[in-house]
């Protein structure tokens, strides 16, 4: 039992955060023959349940709640990948229809 606020923590006594979770993550990728695309720190499991959510119409800012960010906007570099996803639960534009 800890009252760490961490998501990632040792799991022996003591447990307090996991350190050098960055170095741990790409090591493990790496001999796993996992090669993502850009960045590829523990970051990119937050990236790949943000577009996860976004599939399944999970609006922006529940998303953005779940990710623990406080605006929407903090949220969008999380989604500017998914442009595809995006643009399935894009609103239509009123008045845009005429110019189609």
Known sequence: MTDAREIFLRTRAPYRKLDKLYSVVRRRLRDAGVQPPGKC?????????????????????????VLGHRSTGSTAPYLKLATEDLRAIALDVPGMEVLA
């Open 41 to 65: 720190g523990p970051h990119i499991f937050r990236h790949a349940r943000a577009v996860e959510m976004l599939r399944v119409a999970v609006p922006r800012k529940v998303i953005g709640d």
